[in-house]
């Protein structure tokens, strides 16, 4: 079960994930919390709970310049994985650029002008481990080993 509530009642088999508390004290965790939004929340814990990526592990990512994709590149970047982003035109590829600061993304491939079948069969043969697919929903498929 995931929430975020002031109380809650758990069963003994619930797997609880704990938040950090800020190291300012002026912050409040709501506030915090604000900031990553449902689409924040929902790259945070499927990529970090649910598909449990790792460093160096590659991660392509679909619709990376949306709401959701956007975090889930800049997050899965955070924590040491090499992103893949897929985005479908010159504008958004710039986008992407322009907000990964230094946490640059190992890949940006505009599928409109780029083959993405064959990019990925030559740049990434056997060395995906996981693909984020992103519409109206998160689809987590684990690639490879």
């Not at 300012?24 to 924040?40: E, I, R």
């Amino acid at each position: 079960m995931r929430a975020y509530a002031q109380y809650l009642l758990l069963g003994a088999g619930d797997h609880l994930t704990s938040i950090p508390k800020p190291e300012n004290p002026s912050t409040q965790l709501p506030q915090l919390l604000a900031l990553l939004g449902t689409s924040g929340l929902t790259a945070a814990i499927g990529l970090s709970e649910a598909a449990r990526i790792k460093l160096g592990e590659t991660v392509l990512i679909t619709a990376a310049a949306g709401g959701l994709g956007h975090i889930a590149a800049q997050w899965a970047a955070l924590q040491g994985a090499r992103v893949v982003a897929v985005v479908g035109s010159e504008a958004k590829r710039a986008f992407l650029e322009k907000i990964s600061e230094g946490k640059k993304f190992e890949r940006i491939i505009n599928y409109r002008s780029e083959d993405l079948s064959a990019v990925l069969k030559a740049e990434y043969p056997v060395s995906l481990n996981l693909n984020l697919k992103v519409s109206n929903f998160l689809c987590i498929s684990l690639v490879g080993a």
